[in-house]
């Protein structure tokens, strides 16, 4: 067994649903501080996070990842315990193991045998690990982040292990994400008979037009290749009692923008709320910011791994800002390069998710090469 994944498995073995970390941070912690890291344990609120360092001059790389887990669904339809690491068929089952115990186990082992080639570094290597990723996400990273400014410490380069490559191990890594703005609308009629519709005011009526129009529009007011066109979608829609001959006297719908650099959150929220009012309509909106977007131009980080993937898998990864949100959102804004890379995404989340053995050996090397080019 590999010490990538003897390390997997052990991380997998600690039922860490967020934001419970489960131990997970003191077993990567006692292996670090071996290699003469500074260990930080930082708590916020009722999640763990972990800061480690070794060196203190500047250029600084990061590994960054979290050890916290989405619930297992219904545990009968697993073919083994989702937190009984299991290897079947060249496949390590747990949850977590994709999404994102594999890849940190990988980054650790790679550090590990960076260290034990004795290399001068130019610069200093640090882990940023929180337990509060798949949740709320307001004691974690951005947290930590909140620290390191307050104490002058400012990250060069990040690499987060989250899952990235979609068809075949190697084929992308993200150097951004688009933000998430959610928006709570409430659409004020008055409930009636349906038998008298001039005595009732039907929300559903009022606001299917202006949901129509912001459905079809084009959002981004600006240029920018990187990204797809910001989207704007409907997840849910309630109204009315329940009985077939009343007008309901308001309408719930829940929206979400996924968004580029091309527009801001602000602008996003005046056009909605422009339309509605263009539209005569009685409302009440709540706005959630979930997350802004974040891009790493093409450059120096982007290149390197680029390269060290190529040199593993034998595919160029091709650059990509897709999928949902990542810890990413509150590193990038300091001026930190952040790219994503990490295994197989396409069972992350689900029942039996699971990881390829042979991806996280060849994670830990890919690893151990972005850190040698960046400073050995």
């Given at each position: 067994?590999?010490?990538?994944?003897?390390?997997?498995?052990?991380?997998?073995?600690?039922?860490?649903?967020?934001?419970?970390?489960?131990?997970?941070?003191?077993?990567?912690?006692?292996?670090?501080?071996?290699?003469?890291?500074?260990?930080?344990?930082?708590?916020?609120?009722?999640?763990?996070?972990?800061?480690?360092?070794?060196?203190?001059?500047?250029?600084?790389?990061?590994?960054?990842?979290?050890?916290?887990?989405?619930?297992?669904?219904?545990?009968?339809?697993?073919?083994?315990?989702?937190?009984?690491?299991?290897?079947?068929?060249?496949?390590?089952?747990?949850?977590?193991?994709?999404?994102?115990?594999?890849?940190?186990?990988?980054?650790?082992?790679?550090?590990?045998?960076?260290?034990?080639?004795?290399?001068?570094?130019?610069?200093?290597?640090?882990?940023?690990?929180?337990?509060?990723?798949?949740?709320?996400?307001?004691?974690?990273?951005?947290?930590?982040?909140?620290?390191?400014?307050?104490?002058?410490?400012?990250?060069?380069?990040?690499?987060?292990?989250?899952?990235?490559?979609?068809?075949?191990?190697?084929?992308?890594?993200?150097h951004g994400r688009r933000g998430s703005?959610?928006?709570?609308?409430?659409?004020?009629?008055?409930?009636?008979?349906?038998?008298?519709?001039?005595?009732?005011?039907?929300?559903?009526?009022?606001?299917?037009?202006?949901?129509?129009?912001?459905?079809?529009?084009?959002?981004?007011?600006?240029?920018?290749?990187?990204?797809?066109?910001?989207?704007?979608?409907?997840?849910?829609?309630?109204?009315?009692?329940?009985?077939?001959?009343?007008?309901?006297?308001?309408?719930?719908?829940?929206?979400?923008?996924?968004?580029?650099?091309?527009?801001?959150?602000?602008?996003?929220?005046?056009?909605?709320?422009?339309?509605?009012?263009?539209?005569?309509?009685?409302?009440?909106?709540?706005?959630?910011?979930?997350?802004?977007?974040?891009?790493?131009?093409?450059?120096?980080?982007?290149?390197?791994?680029?390269?060290?993937?190529?040199?593993?898998?034998?595919?160029?990864?091709?650059?990509?800002?897709?999928?949902?949100?990542?810890?990413?959102?509150?590193i990038a804004p300091t001026g930190a390069?952040?790219?994503?890379?990490?295994?197989?995404?396409?069972?992350?989340?689900?029942?039996?998710?699971?990881?390829?053995?042979?991806?996280?050996?060849?994670?830990?090397?890919?690893?151990?090469?972005?850190?040698?080019?960046?400073?050995?």
């Open positions: 067994m590999s010490a990538v994944l003897e390390l997997a498995k052990e991380l997998i073995a600690r039922p860490s649903l967020t934001p419970d970390d489960a131990g997970c941070q003191q077993l990567i912690a006692a292996r670090l501080v071996k290699l003469g890291f500074k260990i930080e344990h930082l708590r916020f609120g009722q999640v763990d996070n972990l800061w480690t360092r070794y060196g203190t001059e500047k250029p600084l790389l990061v590994f960054a990842g979290h050890t916290d887990v989405v619930p297992t669904g219904p545990k009968e339809q697993w073919h083994s315990d989702p937190f009984t690491p299991t290897v079947k068929d060249g496949l390590l089952y747990g949850r977590g193991a994709a999404d994102m115990k594999g890849g940190l186990a990988a980054m650790v082992v790679a550090v590990e045998q960076l260290f034990a080639t004795k290399p001068k570094l130019k610069g200093s290597i640090a882990f940023l690990i929180t337990s509060d990723e798949e949740g709320p996400s307001v004691d974690g990273t951005v947290k930590v982040m909140e620290l390191l400014k307050q104490r002058g410490e400012k990250i060069d380069w990040c690499v987060l292990g989250e899952p990235s490559c979609l068809e075949k191990f190697g084929d992308t890594i993200r703005l959610t928006g709570l609308l409430t659409v004020h009629g008055i409930q009636g008979h349906v038998a008298y519709p001039e005595r009732a005011d039907n929300p559903i009526h009022r606001i299917l037009p202006a949901l129509a129009e912001l459905c079809v529009a084009k959002w981004d007011t600006r240029s920018n290749p990187h990204f797809p066109p910001t989207s704007f979608q409907i997840s849910n829609f309630h109204s009315g009692t329940g009985a077939g001959n009343v007008i309901p006297g308001d309408a719930a719908i829940r929206f979400n923008f996924r968004y580029s650099t091309a527009v801001t959150a602000r602008e996003l929220q005046q056009r909605v709320e422009d339309t509605l009012r263009r539209h005569s309509i009685r409302y009440s909106v709540e706005w959630r910011p979930m997350g802004e977007p974040f891009l790493t131009e093409p450059g120096k980080l982007s290149n390197v791994v680029q390269e060290a993937v190529e040199k593993v898998t034998g595919l160029r990864p091709k650059l990509d800002t897709g999928g949902g949100t990542s810890d990413g959102r509150y390069e952040v790219i994503e890379f990490g295994p197989m995404n396409a069972s992350i989340h689900k029942v039996n998710e699971c990881v390829a053995v042979s991806e996280l050996d060849r994670l830990d090397v890919i690893y151990r090469d972005i850190a040698t080019k960046l400073l050995a």
